[in-house]
């Protein structure tokens, strides 16, 4: 029983545009967020990440908006750069805990 | 600064053997993860250590797992009797305390093949 999902495997988009990826959980004892990005051969690497308190968190050009009601959560990135290619995971943790739940991953690929 | 090291990068074995994979994590990070991630999927958390001693290990899929962290900065992954199964890259991270928002570094991981 996947608590977290990441229902596309993988996207294409162009450079400069806005890369969009989503990410579904089914348990509302989820208090925290969190995207990684992971290279091949290289473990996941923190991006961004959000509390169940906000809905809305930005860094640069990427930004994690939070719906709760729909336990729904999603990465966007713009512009999109061909560096951005990449496998993102979508990850939540329980009461702030350390134990980090994640998603299957989205591979990116931003064309130039 | 070094981020957290794993080695070996890659461990091919025989059904049935016995293997370790050493994790070095940031130093003074006090808080160790290991996770498991099979082809297709997300990390999965396996146990977590808090110092010297393991704070969760309800990761671990059965008693042929086991890991140590004696002095409360390398730990070991230990796999006895390695099934097919347990081919996977086995990933460890760190971080400077544990829970409450506290970012986990990777280590880049051990592929692990069980032949």
């Known amino acids: 029983d996947q608590q977290v999902k990441q229902n596309s495997p993988s996207l294409s988009v162009q450079e400069g545009r806005i890369s969009i990826l989503n990410c579904d959980y089914t348990?509302?004892?989820?208090?925290?967020f969190l995207w990684y990005k992971k290279y091949p051969a290289e473990g996941p690497t923190f991006l961004i990440s959000i509390s169940s308190i906000k809905d809305k968190n930005e860094d640069g050009r990427f930004t994690v908006f939070l719906n709760k009601s729909a336990k729904h959560l999603s990465l966007h990135i713009v512009p999109s750069q061909p560096g951005d290619s990449a496998v993102y995971f979508c990850?939540?943790?329980?009461?702030?805990?350390?134990?980090?739940?994640f998603g299957s991953g989205t591979r990116l690929l931003v064309r130039p | 600064g070094a981020g957290v090291s794993q080695t070996p990068s890659n461990k091919v074995t025989e059904k049935g053997k016995y293997v370790e994979l050493r994790c070095d994590p940031i130093?003074?990070?006090?808080?160790l993860y290991w996770y498991r991630q099979s082809l297709g999927q997300g990390p999965e958390f396996l146990i977590y250590f808090q110092g010297t001693g393991a704070a969760d290990d309800s990761g671990l899929p059965n008693d042929r797992f086991f890991a140590v962290r004696p002095e409360g900065s390398v730990s070991t992954l230990k796999i006895q009797r390695t099934e097919r199964g347990d081919s996977a890259v086995y990933l460890c991270?760190?971080?400077?305390?544990?829970?409450?928002?506290?970012?986990?570094?990777f280590g880049p991981g051990t592929r692990l093949t069980v032949l």
């Open positions: 990850a939540a943790s329980p009461d702030s805990s350390y134990k980090l739940i």
């Open positions: 991270a760190s971080s400077l305390g544990g829970g409450d928002n506290n970012e986990q570094f």
């Open positions: 348990n509302s004892m989820f208090d925290y």
């Open positions: 130093s003074g990070h006090t808080a």
